[in-house]
């Protein structure tokens, strides 16, 4: 193997300590994966984490900073190459942020992905697990999301490559992912292979428009530059074609301030009208790329990119996409969530509704429920579903769907979980007899924990996209339950990420 492995920029140890250079650890093998999508080697009792190296590769390693109880190096050298290694596929393999495990092998991934949920349920909370069904790996392993984010950025990220070469780069606008750990660095992105090739056609033309028309690209720490952000989402059918598509563009229209800002103090910059540039450049779009059903766009002069307080508007279409599921219809729309990975999520929410073990007659509680998409999915396997989602445009997607496939049983309700879910709530509409949770990667709020236990549904299905936090939560849960069942599915390939699905069931007093 002979590529050569660009490292990503790791924050580099101040030399101030006696100016000592930092170490050079040579012939070291890579024993395990870590946290971040990095491995990790053991040095004297000392645990090193290596990015973009796999178990088995033996490796000289250029510490880069070293803290009490641990180190962070780079591989610099090669002496022998793991069977667990792969080719990596992308160019920007290694120093774009994601897709981190593309040098190891799909069946390693899924083993450690499967080491990580039991390591989590065991070693933080405590719990005693059944034997662990093998984790459900992607049928897809690239073009698997239906969702991409890119940002627009004046300052792009100039590889080591770049850098060495010592030319002047007078274009250094950007649009593709941010730089990991450099917050207003973003790497121009050429061809990503998380989506269909549209995202790349979509990206790449609007990035040519641009530099084109003179459009400014966004400034982060100024918090200027029209072009901020955008977002594809699609909708694929059973043959992995595009049937609708949606592309919500981001803008900025604040002005340079004039006068200089005094030190400490944010003055709201001026606003300036940019709707002839605006409307330029999505009519290239909405006429270049016909795949594109719904174009919209938000205005958006804060300081973080978040659009769920900011009005959207449709340019041309609809303002929404519809996603299909087992004959569901289920609308999306901008600030919807939805998983990512549309075939796996129909995987995982299979399982769901297996572990809920439903015969038609329960009263289902579906918390952090998004669209609704699980609780349409099982609405037709029991008497009610109550869901619970915080953001309201998503809740209002979630009736809509309801109505679109004719589930009369559904309630939805929008607000944030511990302030909705309480006793009276349970009293109001019903004892679950079985809740499903699907809460965000921080987990559930201790209240919402306590009001689940005094609830005391017959079943619990929490599905995970942290098992550690979801090994917080259940440890707290199982004074009352017993891990029954537990499900690894894999919903993004190339990552350390994983979805894990466990069922509790009540222990009879």
């Known amino acids: 193997m002979t590529r050569d492995y660009i490292t990503l920029p790791i924050e580099k140890e101040s030399m101030s300590r006696k100016n000592r250079p930092l170490p050079l650890l040579e012939h070291i093998t890579i024993s395990d994966v870590a946290a971040e999508g990095k491995a990790l080697a053991r040095v004297n009792d000392m645990v090193v984490f290596v990015p973009f190296v796999v178990p088995g590769d033996v490796v000289d390693l250029q510490v880069k900073r070293k803290k009490h109880s641990y180190t962070e190096a780079v591989a610099v050298n090669f002496h022998e190459y793991s069977p667990s290694r792969a080719e990596p596929f992308c160019r920007h393999f290694g120093v774009c942020g994601g897709c981190k495990w593309q040098c190891l092998k799909y069946e390693e991934q899924l083993r450690a992905k499967q080491k990580q949920v039991v390591d989590a349920l065991t070693r933080i909370g405590h719990l005693a697990l059944p034997e662990v069904n093998p984790i459900l790996g992607s049928e897809r392993t690239r073009g698997y999301r239906n969702k991409l984010e890119f940002t627009f950025s004046d300052k792009r990220w100039l590889t080591d490559g770049e850098i060495a070469s010592d030319v002047q780069y007078d274009d250094m606008n950007a649009v593709g992912f941010h730089i990991p750990g450099c917050f207003d660095k973003v790497l121009n992105i050429d061809e990503c292979y998380l989506m269909n090739d549209l995202n790349n056609r979509v990206r790449n033309g609007v990035r040519d428009y641009a530099l084109q028309h003179n459009l400014s690209f966004f400034d982060l720490r100024e918090q200027t530059g029209l072009l901020r952000g955008m977002m594809l989402r699609i909708a694929e059918d059973e043959q992995g074609d595009i049937r609708e598509a949606m592309l919500l563009m981001q803008f900025c229209t604040n002005l ?35 795949e594109i059903t719904s174009l919209l766009y938000v205005i958006n002069n804060k300081c973080n990119d978040t659009i769920g307080d900011l009005p959207v508007t449709t340019f041309s279409g609809t303002d929404f996409i519809m996603e299909q599921m087992e004959g569901l219809r289920f609308k999306v729309g901008p600030k919807s969530f939805y998983q990512t990975n549309t075939r796996q999520a129909y995987n995982l929410y299979k399982v769901a509704r297996d572990f809920a073990g439903l015969t038609g007659s329960e ?71 079985v809740i499903i949770t699907d809460p965000p990667r921080a987990g559930m709020h201790g209240d919402v924990v306590d009001v689940i236990l005094r609830a005391a549904p017959r079943r619990i299905v929490y599905v995970s996209c942290n098992p550690a936090t979801q090994a917080r939560d259940l440890q707290l849960l199982c004074t009352q339950y017993r891990v029954s069942k537990v499900q690894p599915v894999d919903m993004f390939p190339h990552t350390q990420h994983v979805e894990n699905v466990v069922l509790l069931e009540k222990i009879d007093n």
């Open 256 to 290: 340079e301030s004039p006068q200089p800002r005094e030190k400490g103090k944010r003055e709201e910059p001026p606003q300036g009208d940019f709707s002839a540039e605006i409307d330029g450049l999505l009519s290239f779009i909405r006429d270049s790329f016909p």
């Open 363 to 433: 009263l289902v509680y579906d918390l952090y429920t998004g669209t609704g998409t699980i609780a349409n999915f099982v609405a037709r396997s029991c008497r009610r579903v109550v869901g619970i989602e915080y953001v309201p445009e998503a809740i209002e997607d979630a009736r809509e769907n309801a109505l679109l496939n004719g589930l009369a049983g559904t309630l939805f309700y929008a607000g944030d979980m511990k302030d909705i879910l309480t006793d009276d709530f349970i009293h109001a509409h019903g004892r679950p007899d």
